[in-house]
């Protein structure tokens, strides 16, 4: 693993060129995609929990807080990062 998608960031000077931001969103809009197809809600998705592997790939971990979602579920509990 290289890291979290924030350090890499740092290391850059804070920024992306626009292709390599583009590839990292597309792999983090296709992740929660597909968590979304198996009913599943992150509930703090963050720089800081997106990790890069070896192949500067994005990867989503931390499902610590995450949840379930059903049709009628109206879970006013507050979740993520304040």
């Known amino acids: 693993m290289q890291g979290?998608?924030?350090?890499?960031?740092?290391?850059q000077g804070g920024r992306l060129p626009e292709k390599e931001a583009?590839?990292?969103f597309?792999?983090?809009?296709?992740?929660?995609?597909?968590?979304?197809?198996?009913?599943?809600?992150?509930?703090?998705?963050?720089?800081?929990?997106?990790?890069l592997d070896g192949s500067n790939n994005v990867k989503v971990c931390d499902f610590g807080i995450a949840g379930m979602y059903f049709k009628n579920n109206t879970d006013p509990?507050?979740?993520g990062t304040f």
Do not use: G, M, P, W
């Open 22 to 24: 583009q590839r990292f």
């Open 77 to 79: 509990t507050s979740a």
């Open 4 to 11: 979290e998608l924030q350090q890499f960031i740092t290391r």
């Open 26 to 51: 597309k792999q983090i809009v296709s992740a929660i995609y597909y968590c979304h197809t198996k009913k599943i809600i992150h509930r703090d998705l963050k720089l800081e929990n997106l990790l």
